[in-house]
């Protein structure tokens, strides 16, 4: 089993900035691509970066230039620095990991694997 643990959200003031981490733990033999989605109230969950393990990141555009995805593959985390924040990017944060769990006794599984969650306010 694995599970993903994010660190990070809280209520900031427009213009501000917020760190979200996340860190994956359990059976894990590799890590594919790592991502961050949100979701807002009353909206589809979207994503906002995602980062390969060899380092590929794609961004959506609402937040190109401020958002900026990086991982610590020796770690298995995930962080999402994130600048100039603005009211619409008030939101639940997901940590999102591909990850190949198991062991070669045990054999291995590709799991799609979400964390619980982290809200993000921006408003002042």
């Known amino acids: 089993q694995v599970q993903l643990v994010e660190s990070g959200g809280g209520l900031v003031q427009p213009g501000g900035s917020l760190r979200l981490s996340c860190a994956a733990s359990g059976s894990i033999f590799s890590i594919d691509a790592m991502a961050w989605y949100r979701q807002a109230p009353g909206k589809e969950r979207e994503l906002v970066a995602s980062i390969s393990s060899g380092g590929n990141i794609n961004y959506a555009d609402s937040v190109k230039g401020r958002f900026t995805i990086s991982r610590d593959n020796a770690k298995n985390t995930v962080s999402l620095q994130m600048n100039s924040l603005k009211p619409e990017d008030t939101s639940v944060y997901y940590c999102?990991?591909?990850?190949?769990?198991?062991?070669?006794?045990?054999?291995?599984?590709?799991?799609?694997?979400w964390g619980q969650g982290t809200l993000v306010t921006v408003s002042s």
């Open positions: 999102n990991a591909r990850v190949v769990s198991g062991t070669r006794l045990s054999g291995y599984k590709v799991l799609e694997v």
